[in-house]
């Protein structure tokens, strides 16, 4: 933990970057390679049932992010303001708090499986698919938790290339049992489920061997459970929390006013550009939690100079990543789309009219990314929040309510620029302040 407050603040962002960015990427490709297989094995309506589950997929991965962005950023700063102790008394919590809420979902999810999958808006064609996606799926619950409050623990505790390791094993397992339980099995959409369940077992017995490393310095406590620790990790986690919580809601949205705009094609087109904008997400959030570590221990320790030498890295890495995305999807959108259906030309045509505009956002994305994780790293969660919120649902919302009844399908598919744009002004205002608050500490 010493060595980030004193060694070259590009090498350790560095350090951190690239496996960050593959462990994130990693687990983009496992959703993308599991749409690719699904849209080629399944068809069209596969791909719509997909994206109507997807929700789900990001309560999992949101109340993972919640403990384990949360606990590990409380106790990052703990330690950078010299408070070792601390540390694993967050980490017993984190785990056990994952783990409970695992079990609980598991349980909802098995209850109540038919009305889950009415909720998620399932046409009276697509209800069958959507039912044994979740109700595989929902088995693992468990395995999507624990690994995602994990990773950012092992990660902070000097050991991100075994999060990257765990991540890309998990996404090849993935895309082989991908293959095997669909095209050879002929499982369908039960079989795509089962073999990304199975990929999330192997991630976490992956992460375990962290706790057998010398390295490792993160112990579980038999302490009482404390509610004021506990309330910590949610209060900083919620930013996490909201971002990917906003993201399943949004998702539903759009798949709301696709299906009455178009019908089922539409929210099948939107499944190939979300996926693809999945991976790109991803790439954000990899640079934003390679920049966590750093920022929350040098704010801890009051290096404010630090603290804005690695905004500025994390800026202009998604700044560089923004406009590649933009060229080579606009270059390369056919032979793109075609690697998810090759038959279909009116869900080609409708795809790559939509990715181009779906696509403008991305260059405002990934600054409001790295502006969030940065109040939330500095224990700012309010303003994180407003941020989060803003750009993954408030503006989301209002886009497609006003949008859709002037342009049409390209109103839906132009919301995200809108809700960025704004987002990045109100960010703006909020840095300056910060920038403005830190120079005073100096």
């Not at 390209?410 to 300056?432: D, Q, S």
Request: charged share 10%; aromatic share 12%.
């Amino acid at each position: 933990m010493e060595r980030l407050k004193t060694e070259s603040i590009t090498s350790l962002f560095l350090k951190y970057l690239i496996p960050s960015v593959t462990g994130t990427l990693s687990v983009g490709v496992l959703i993308f390679i599991d749409t690719v297989f699904i849209g080629r094995g399944v068809g069209s309506m596969g791909l719509a049932a997909l994206n109507t589950a997807i929700p789900v997929f990001t309560l999992y991965s949101s109340t993972g992010l919640l403990l384990g962005m949360g606990g590990a950023t409380a106790a990052a700063i703990d330690s950078g303001r010299g408070n070792i102790r601390g540390k694993n008394k967050i980490f017993s919590h984190a785990v056990i708090l994952a783990t409970g809420i695992g079990i609980i979902f598991t349980l909802l999810q098995g209850i109540f499986i038919n009305g889950l999958t009415g909720i998620l808006g399932a046409t009276k064609t697509l209800f069958p698919m959507v039912k044994s996606y979740l109700g595989i799926i929902s088995k693992f619950t468990l395995f999507y938790l624990v690994p995602h409050t994990l990773n950012a623990f092992i990660r902070n505790d000097g050991n991100p290339n075994l999060t990257m390791i765990g991540m890309v094993v998990c996404g090849i397992i993935n895309i082989i049992l991908d293959y095997v339980f669909i095209f050879i099995f002929g499982w369908g959409m039960a079989g795509a489920a089962l073999a990304t369940g199975l990929a999330q077992v192997a991630y976490f017995l992956i992460l375990i061997l962290h706790f057998y490393s010398p390295r490792n310095t993160l112990r579980i406590q038999r302490r009482k459970f404390q509610l004021e620790t506990a309330t910590r990790i949610f209060r900083i986690g919620f930013p996490s929390f909201l971002n990917d919580t906003s993201m399943g809601i949004a998702i539903f949205a759009f798949n709301l006013v696709l299906f009455r705009i178009r019908g089922d094609l539409a929210v099948s087109a939107y499944s190939i550009i979300l996926n693809i904008n999945f991976l790109v997400y991803l790439i954000f959030v990899g640079i934003s939690q390679a920049c966590q570590p750093l920022l929350s221990i040098n704010y801890g320790a009051g290096n404010h100079d630090r603290v804005k030498e690695t905004m500025k890295l994390g800026f202009l890495t998604s700044a560089l990543v923004a406009v590649a995305t933009i060229v080579l999807l606009n270059v390369f959108k056919y032979p793109i789309i075609r690697l998810f259906n090759r038959e279909d030309m009116e869900l080609i045509g409708m795809a790559a009219v939509g990715m181009p505009i779906f696509f403008s956002a991305t260059l405002f994305m990934g600054l409001n990314i790295i502006y969030a994780i940065l109040f939330q790293a500095v224990e700012n969660p309010s303003v994180s929040s407003l941020l989060t919120f803003l750009r993954g649902l408030g503006l989301i919302i209002a886009g497609l309510t006003l949008l859709p009844n002037i342009l049409g399908i390209n109103g839906v598919w132009g919301t995200p620029l809108f809700a960025e744009t704004i987002t990045l002004i109100t960010a703006l205002i909020f840095y300056r302040r910060f920038k403005s608050k830190s120079a005073n500490h100096n």
